[in-house]
């Protein structure tokens, strides 16, 4: 027996690296009884059988799992936001960080296209910007040459794996053939009729890329909140999660309690009051959704 780590799955088909080699491998029928489904990340054990080929015959322990995209063990998120083509939206990285921070995932925001934006927009975006690095999440900036991008992404990528997120026609692909030119991926094509791009990965598959791996995956495909409670919200905004420490009522949802304090700094201007609507809108998204049964 071996071990390795499931770096691409295709049609079936496990890739297990080990010693540098890829192992096409297949899973064990008994998986599927025990509704175990490897996932590509997945740290495993397999058996040979001939030269190239091998059956999975366990999948350890993961630290951390996502349902869409299907991969195990991601450290972090590299989320991927153009200034214009399309235009950035505020609420739309608001739920993506929610989502993200519900997986107990880091963050970091990785900024595009703003060689294509006009003076105003860039001023407006950079005084948003400047209130995420505020409340403590990495922010990087658009990086055309590869030398240049290498060296900016590696003290992230490093030791970790990180998986690409963000809408389709941000940039998600172009990134990744600016660090991996070999790999010639297909750059998404935007639609003047619809004002975004057509999603072009199909796969999921772990690249190797500054010291690190990197998910060449379809991203978040779904963005909803069905596993997050009203409750667990809160924690998942960050600045909201601080100052709710010192609201009066241990329970506050920081709605229309009295004595709350995210309230109190969303009136002082301490939290910004776009990510305190997008809160209270995401609330009522989760409060009004059918109950699971």
Do not use: W
């Not at 997050?228 to 601080?242: A, G, M, N, Q, T």
């Amino acid at each position: 027996m071996a071990e390795g780590q499931i770096r691409k799955a295709i049609s079936g088909f496990y890739y297990v690296e080990h010693n540098g080699e890829l192992i096409q491998c297949k899973s064990r029928g008994v998986f599927r009884l025990k509704k175990i489904s490897p996932l590509v990340g997945d740290f495993v054990t397999y058996v040979p059988d001939g030269a190239n080929d091998a059956t999975i015959t366990d999948v350890h322990h993961r630290k951390s799992e996502l349902v869409r995209p299907p991969i195990a063990n991601v450290d972090q998120v590299l989320l991927v936001f153009s200034v214009v083509e399309p235009n950035m939206s505020l609420r739309l990285l608001d739920r993506f960080l929610t989502v993200i921070e519900s997986h107990q995932l880091e963050p970091i925001l990785y900024i595009s296209k703003e060689d294509l934006a006009n003076p105003e927009i860039l001023e407006e975006n950079e005084k948003n910007l400047a209130y995420y690095r505020r409340i403590g999440y990495t922010v990087l900036r658009n990086v055309e040459n590869k030398h240049s991008l290498l060296e900016t992404l590696r003290p992230y990528f490093s030791d970790k794996t990180t998986v690409l997120a963000g809408q389709s026609g941000v940039g998600k692909s172009t990134l990744l053939n600016t660090l991996l030119p070999e790999l010639q991926l297909k750059t998404g094509v935007i639609s003047d009729a619809l004002g975004r791009g057509k999603h072009t990965t199909r796969h999921v598959e772990l690249l190797e890329v500054a010291g690190g791996l990197v998910a060449d995956t379809p991203g978040f495909s779904s963005l909803d909140f069905e596993h997050i409670e009203k409750e667990e919200l809160r924690d998942y905004f960050v600045e909201i999660s601080e100052a709710g420490a010192n609201c009066k009522f241990r329970g506050c949802l920081h709605v229309k309690e009295p004595g709350c304090a995210v309230k109190a700094q969303v009136e002082e201007g301490m939290i910004s009051e776009d990510r305190y609507k997008n809160y209270l809108l995401f609330l009522q998204e989760i409060t009004d959704r059918k109950p699971r049964y």
